[in-house]
């Protein structure tokens, strides 16, 4: 399964906090609409990244900007726009409870802007979305998207985080933010990934995590196959049947039915 998802043209990763054995683990996840892996390791580092993905990916990836990702390779990577905006709004939240001569209202009013700004590069991809890929437009629309970024972060802030995050919105991370306007059927934002996750985290609280070796090698394996037997509308209960009981060859049928190719079209209820 690792496999197949390393040759996906469009492949979203995330990652979230485990505890094993009182240690602390993180839950690893890849995949598409078709597909998911779920890899528990010890590290949150470029390694553990290489191990899901592999040094090189040839296809798109979507993820946060976490620096992990650095050390996979990608024919390209689409940054999400959802934590940006998140970051800004976050910002913006903190700043409005500075009082007095720490006041900041510039660094406040950039922070609203680039909220909104996220906002609407968000709408616009789910305006390229409803209608056949025009290159040409989205060519004529990123251009226009990073020239009003430029203008929102013209001028320099004196509030420090404010500052930091608007050297981050002018520095190599920008490439990555308008991907989708360069390769039809990547999303703006990494919802999937997210959305895949989020049975982990409520699993974590219920079960709170392993404590064995096995039970952590069994966790990340029944995890990957009830999810994509899931996702291909099986029933999980003949899903897992057919895996134990079939030879090998039919058994990697049942859990390959379809194409291991990345959606041309992503799920219109994407938000930021």
């Not at 553990?48 to 990916?57: I, K, T």
């Not at 989020?198 to 404590?211: A, G, H, Y």
């Not at 995890?223 to 209960?237: D, F, I, P, Y």
Request: overall charge positive; some cysteine; glycine content about 4%.
């Amino acid at each position: 399964m690792r496999e197949k998802i390393r040759a996906l043209r469009i492949a979203h990763a995330d990652e979230t906090s485990w505890r094993h054995d009182g240690q602390n683990y993180w839950v690893w996840y890849a995949g598409n609409d078709d597909l998911a892996y779920f890899h528990l390791d010890p590290h949150r580092s470029g390694e553990a990244a290489q191990h899901l993905l592999g040094s090189e990916f040839g296809g798109i990836l979507v993820s946060d900007a976490y620096a992990a990702y650095n050390a996979v390779q990608t024919k390209d990577w689409q940054s999400c726009l959802a934590h940006l905006q998140r970051k800004a709004k976050e910002l913006e939240q903190e700043l409005a409870l500075l009082k007095g001569k720490a006041r900041d209202e510039s660094a406040q009013q950039f922070c609203q802007n680039a909220k909104l700004f996220f906002g609407e590069a968000c709408q616009v991809h789910r305006q390229f979305n409803r209608w056949p890929w025009r290159a040409r437009a989205a060519r004529k629309e990123e251009k226009a998207l990073r020239q009003k970024l430029a203008r929102l972060c013209r001028r320099p802030l004196h509030y420090p985080a404010a500052e930091a995050f608007r050297k981050r919105l002018l520095g190599p991370e920008q490439k990555h933010m308008f991907t989708f306007l360069r390769h039809k059927g990547v999303p703006a934002t990494n919802n999937q990934a997210e959305r895949s996750l989020r049975p982990i985290v409520i699993l974590r609280k219920v079960i709170q995590c392993t404590r064995s070796e096995k039970g952590l090698e069994d966790h990340s394996m029944l995890q990957s196959l009830k999810e994509t037997a899931r996702r291909q509308g099986k029933k999980v209960h003949q899903f897992f049947q057919d895996l134990f009981n079939l030879e090998t060859e039919k058994a990697q049928a049942a859990l390959y039915r379809r194409a291991a190719v990345g959606k041309t079209k992503p799920k219109p209820s994407l938000r930021c």
